[in-house]
């Protein structure tokens, strides 16, 4: 199984950065592969990044590619998400996903584990 767990959220500035944590623990939590989605006021879920556990490949929507990178560091069990150039539109709650027999969906049913979110607000 899989817990996860994330934090990092905030109130920023535009142009400004985050960066998000996702703890992930669990039996299985080595071979999982662990996105982020971001979720808007009607909660629709949008695949924002992934990185993949076999691996370490890495996956962007195109809306942030070059602003936002994920990794994971095994030792502690943690996904980074570093957020860049931040705007309005990058407003939402963040949450880490994880899934292990398809390489990073876009889908969010594909994810079996979720965690409770974390919330980013980009205003000025």
């Known amino acids: 199984q899989l817990q996860l767990a994330e934090s990092g959220g905030d109130l920023v500035q535009p142009g400004g950065s985050l960066r998000l944590s996702c703890a992930v623990s669990?039996?299985?939590?080595?071979?999982?592969?662990i996105a982020w989605f971001r979720e808007d006021p009607r909660k629709d879920r949008t695949w924002v990044a992934c990185i993949s556990f076999a691996d370490n490949s890495t996956y962007y929507s195109r809306l942030v590619k070059g602003r936002f990178t994920i990794s994971r560091d095994v030792a502690e069990n943690t996904v980074w998400l570093d957020m860049n150039s931040l705007n309005f539109e990058d407003t939402g709650k963040y949450y880490c996903?994880?899934?292990?027999?398809?390489?990073?969906?876009?889908?969010?049913?594909?994810?079996?584990?979720w965690g409770q979110g974390t919330q980013v607000t980009v205003s000025t």
């Open positions: 996903a994880g899934e292990k027999d398809l390489n990073c969906p876009y889908g969010r049913a594909w994810y079996d584990y």
């Open positions: 669990g039996s299985m939590k080595d071979v999982y592969n």
